[in-house]
T-cell receptor
Framework: AQTVTQSQPEMSVQEAETVTLSCTYDTSENNYYLFWYKQPPSRQMILVIR??????QNATENRFSVNFQKAAKSFSLKISDSQLGDTAMYFC????????????FGKGTKLTVNP | GAGVSQSPSNKVTEKGKDVELRCDPI?????LYWYRQSLGQGLEFLIY????????KSGLPSDRFSAERTGGSVSTLTIQRTQQEDSAVYLC???????????FGQGTRLTVV
């Protein structure tokens, strides 16, 4: 079975600064995907970024980037130029390869961006 | 509709009553998932539908929980004889077959008193 661990229950950052959220996972699968989801107070989960395990290049989406270390089973999220709207719960998630598979989530990190 | 729709948004029920939660996925999405989010916890997988079939129902916590999907579209999650530990946010997601991006609804917050 796969497990996802987020060791930082809460974090805070000043507006315009950079913050990194940590995630580690455990799996025996060779083909899989990793995700970061954002959950604002509206409760709706929003996909932030996705990484295919077979790709060595780290995924980036505007101010969001990941540091994917496959051997170490580590998948951290870096948010640059933090904005007040980034305040939310962030969940790291794992999916086995093939698509249409269930997501396995970590317990989340509550991020607060301070003005 | 533009996104995944769930109803009701909030539900308060008395212990022992049955409840039904509804999920209307994005049109054309054949894959549908139910997750449960308890206070302070991550999302816990409950059940997965591909069309009207449920190839993976391994996450249903007890036989009080059941789900169905009709016409390859709307799904209903039913909890019988609710208990206080069933209090949580129930989230539904849908995706295109074979695709990795899941789109989530805003969830139903269930409170059992």
């Amino acid at each position: 079975a796969q497990t996802v661990t987020q060791s930082q229950p809460e974090m805070s950052v000043q507006e315009a600064e950079t913050v990194t959220l940590s995630c580690t996972y455990d799996t025996s699968e060779n083909n899989y995907y990793l995700f970061w989801y954002k959950q604002p107070p509206s409760r709706q989960m929003i996909l932030v970024i996705r990484q295919e395990a077979y790709k060595q290049q780290n995924a980036t989406e505007n101010r969001f980037s990941v540091n994917f270390q496959k051997a170490a089973k580590s998948f951290s999220l870096k948010i640059s130029d933090s904005q007040l709207g980034d305040t939310a719960m962030y969940f790291c998630a794992f999916m086995k390869g093939g698509g249409s598979e269930k997501l396995v989530f970590g317990k989340g990190t509550k991020l607060t961006v301070n003005p | 509709g533009a996104g995944v729709s769930q109803s009701p948004s909030n539900k308060v029920t008395e212990k022992g009553k049955d409840v039904e939660l509804r999920c209307d996925p994005i049109s054309g999405h054949t894959a549908l998932y139910w997750y449960r989010q308890s206070l302070g916890q991550g999302l816990e997988f409950l059940i997965y539908f591909q069309g009207n079939s449920a190839p993976d129902k391994s996450g249903l916590p007890s036989d009080r929980f059941s789900a169905e999907r009709t016409g390859g579209s709307v799904s209903t999650l039913t909890i019988q004889r609710t208990q206080q530990e069933d209090s949580a946010v129930y989230l539904c997601a849908s995706s295109l077959r074979g695709k990795t991006e899941a789109f989530f609804g805003q969830g139903t917050r269930l409170t059992v008193v």
